[in-house]
């Protein structure tokens, strides 16, 4: 969901000029009131930005063939903090941004309690060590 959302929004935005123009034409009178004001168009800025990061993170996660806790749980980490600096700084949406770090964090904190989630890690900086190793020669 995160994705088509994301896609969606962010077609409208770079569409918006287009979409205006042909809502004023003529023809098109009878939904000339469907136009979005620049208060809506600053609202889907900034929801935009809020969902760009878990879109960013199942990007990466489904490009892989087989994803792994390795990489999904640093994915998380990620997420977490971006949300908690985006919260700061869109003020109008930081209490559905809040609601959203609450689930993210129960679900972490369920995952570190498991035996799977050390397991997962170590694999992770394994295979990150041994990536550094590579390139570094």
Excluded at 31 to 51: C, F, G, P, R, T
Excluded at 103 to 128: C, V, W
């Amino acid at each position: 969901r995160w994705s088509s959302t994301f896609k969606m929004i962010d077609h409208v935005l770079t569409l918006h000029p287009a979409i205006q123009s042909f809502l004023q034409e003529i023809q098109n009178a009878n939904i000339a009131h469907l136009s979005m004001d620049s208060k809506d168009i600053d609202v889907l800025h900034n929801i935009h930005q809020i969902i760009e990061v878990p879109h960013a993170a199942q990007e990466l996660l489904t490009s892989e063939r087989t994803p792994t806790l390795s990489m999904a749980l640093p994915a998380y980490e990620l997420l977490l903090t971006k949300w908690t600096e985006l919260k700061g700084t869109i003020w109008e949406l930081a209490h559905y941004i809040g609601i959203g770090l609450d689930k993210l964090t129960n679900y972490i904190h369920q995952g570190r309690k498991t035996r799977i989630y050390a397991l997962a890690m170590s694999e992770f900086k394994i295979i990150f060590t041994f990536e550094i190793l590579l390139n570094f020669r």
